[in-house]
C-alpha cells in the first residue's frame, strides 16, 4: 500500500456526544495540523487536565479549554449539522461558535479530534470528557 502525499488541509471523522440526555452524532472536518501543534495541543491539555483534577491551574495555561481546541481544529461539518427547519446549516466561524458554545459539545469535539489522531473510532460507551 502506498502513501498519498496529498494538498488536502481537512479530514472527515464522526462526532458523537450528549446534551440533555439526547444523543447527538455528526460529521466534523478536522484541520491537518503540523506534529509540532498537534504535540504542543496533547501536552498542554493532559497537562492541564492533571492540574484541574488536583485542583490547581497554572496561570500559562488558562487559555488550554476544550473550546479553544476545538475552534482550532474543527475547520468543517457536514450537512448532518441542521437547523430547526431541518435544512443543513453551513459552516461559518460565527455558526461554529455558537455550536461549539452549546455544553459538551466543544468536549466531544476535542474527543473525537483525539481519536481521530489515534485512528480508533469512538465506542458508544465513552461520554464526553473534554479538560475544562
Same mark, same amino acid.
Request: proline letters at 5%; charged letters at 20%.
Given at each position: 500500500?502506498?502513501?498519498?502525499?496529498? !494538498? $488536502?488541509?481537512?479530514?472527515?471523522?464522526?462526532?458523537?456526544?450528549?446534551?440533555?440526555? %439526547?444523543?447527538?452524532?455528526?460529521?466534523?472536518?478536522? =484541520?491537518?495540523? /503540523?506534529?509540532?501543534?498537534? *504535540?504542543?495541543?496533547?501536552?498542554?491539555? #493532559?497537562?492541564?487536565? $492533571?492540574?484541574?483534577?488536583?485542583?490547581?491551574d =497554572?496561570?500559562?495555561?488558562?487559555?488550554? !479549554?476544550?473550546? #479553544?481546541?476545538?475552534?482550532?481544529?474543527? @475547520?468543517?461539518?457536514? *450537512? +448532518?449539522?441542521?437547523? +430547526? *427547519? *431541518?435544512?443543513? @446549516?453551513?459552516? %461559518? $466561524?460565527?455558526?461554529?461558535?455558537?455550536?461549539?458554545?452549546?455544553?459538551?459539545? #466543544? =468536549?466531544? @469535539?476535542v474527543? $473525537?479530534?483525539?481519536?481521530?489522531?489515534?485512528g =480508533?473510532?469512538?465506542? /458508544?460507551?465513552?461520554?464526553?470528557r473534554?479538560?475544562g
Amino acid at each position: 500500500m502506498s502513501f498519498k502525499l496529498s !494538498t $488536502a488541509t481537512s479530514y472527515p471523522w464522526k462526532v458523537s456526544g450528549q446534551i440533555a440526555g %439526547t444523543r447527538y452524532s455528526f460529521t466534523g472536518y478536522f =484541520a491537518f495540523l /503540523n506534529q509540532e501543534r498537534i *504535540d504542543q495541543l496533547t501536552i498542554q491539555s #493532559a497537562r492541564r487536565g $492533571a492540574l484541574l483534577k488536583r485542583g490547581e491551574d =497554572a496561570p500559562e495555561l488558562e487559555g488550554v !479549554t476544550a473550546l #479553544a481546541i476545538a475552534s482550532e481544529v474543527l @475547520v468543517g461539518w457536514g *450537512d +448532518d449539522v441542521i437547523g +430547526d *427547519d *431541518d435544512q443543513p @446549516v453551513p459552516f %461559518t $466561524a460565527q455558526t461554529a461558535d455558537r455550536f461549539l458554545q452549546k455544553q459538551g459539545v #466543544a =468536549a466531544a @469535539v476535542v474527543d $473525537a479530534w483525539a481519536e481521530s489522531l489515534a485512528g =480508533a473510532p469512538r465506542g /458508544n460507551s465513552k461520554p464526553p470528557r473534554g479538560i475544562g
